[in-house]
Antibody, heavy 124, light 110 residues
Framework: QVQLQESGPGLVEPSETLSLTCTVSGGSISTYYWSWIRQPPGKGLEWIGYMYHSGTTNYNPSLKSRATISVDMSKTLFSLKLSSVTAADTAVYYC??????????????????WGKGTTVTVSS | QSVLTQPPSESGTPGQRVTISCSGSSSNIGSNTVNWYLQFPGTAPKLLIYTNNQRPSGVPDRFSGSKSDTSASLAISGLQSEDEADYYCATWDDTLNGPVFGGGTKLTVL
């Protein structure tokens, strides 16, 4: 059974770069869309972006090109870097496995396996 | 402000049937499939319904999803106390070119 585990510093200073890693165990890192999602305190979910194992990436435009996702297939992990962070980036960050296809009903994208999440606070 | 609109809260009594609505537009729900996630406090979201009405293995058939035009609904029958959680709808948005979520609905079992 596939499991995901986020890791990284829990505290990042304003204007610095947030760096998180998601380790994938119990399954292959190929075929799927490896995603990052975040949830600010007391708020809803926000998609950050995903990377397909081939290298294709897609990011939420609201992050204004601050996000970079990479996959290390040899180590079965993927990473998130978010630059120039502010207090607004304080959130629980989740990694997830995405499944994407085009069906009769349109685009079909969902995340079927999630990590437990890691809390990141942006503060000096 | 979420792209998809959900009621902030819903409630029901044990055994009752409750529905949670999710409203979108032609660029998201109207042209793509809908998924639902369940989140208990302090834990990660869990996939509850995918591709409008499909249940992952292990999800009871008390949970069902439907979609019509630019809206979707999650129905929970035979409500149980352990169903008390936050529920999020999600879909692909053609304008954003990515997935979007609703603001979430907190379900309370009275």
């Amino acid at each position: 059974q596939v499991q995901l585990q986020e890791s990284g510093p829990g505290l990042v200073e304003p204007s610095e770069t947030l760096s998180l890693t998601c380790t994938v165990s119990g399954g292959s890192i190929s075929t799927y869309y490896w995603s990052w999602i975040r949830q600010p305190p007391g708020k809803g979910l926000e998609w950050i972006g995903y990377m397909y194992h081939s290298g294709t990436t897609n990011y939420n435009p609201s992050l204004k090109s601050r996000a970079t996702i990479s996959v290390d297939m040899s180590k079965t992990l993927f990473s998130l870097k978010l630059s120039s962070v502010t207090a607004a980036d304080t959130a629980v960050y989740y990694c997830a496995r995405g499944i994407f296809g085009v069906v009769i009903g349109g685009h079909n994208y969902y995340m079927d396996v999630w990590g437990k999440g890691t809390t990141v606070t942006v503060s000096s | 402000q979420s792209v998809l609109t959900q009621p902030p809260s819903e409630s029901g009594t044990p055994g009752q049937r409750v529905t949670i609505s999710c409203s979108g537009s032609s660029s998201n729900i109207g042209s793509n499939t809908v998924n639902w996630y369940l989140q208990f406090p302090g834990t990660a979201p869990k996939l509850l319904i995918y591709t409008n009405n499909q249940r992952p293995s292990g999800v009871p058939d008390r949970f069902s999803g439907s979609k019509s035009d630019t809206s979707a609904s999650l129905a929970i029958s035979g409500l149980q106390s352990e169903d008390e959680a936050d529920y999020y709808c999600a879909t692909w948005d053609d304008t954003l070119n990515g997935p979007v979520f609703g603001g979430g609905t907190k379900l309370t079992v009275l």
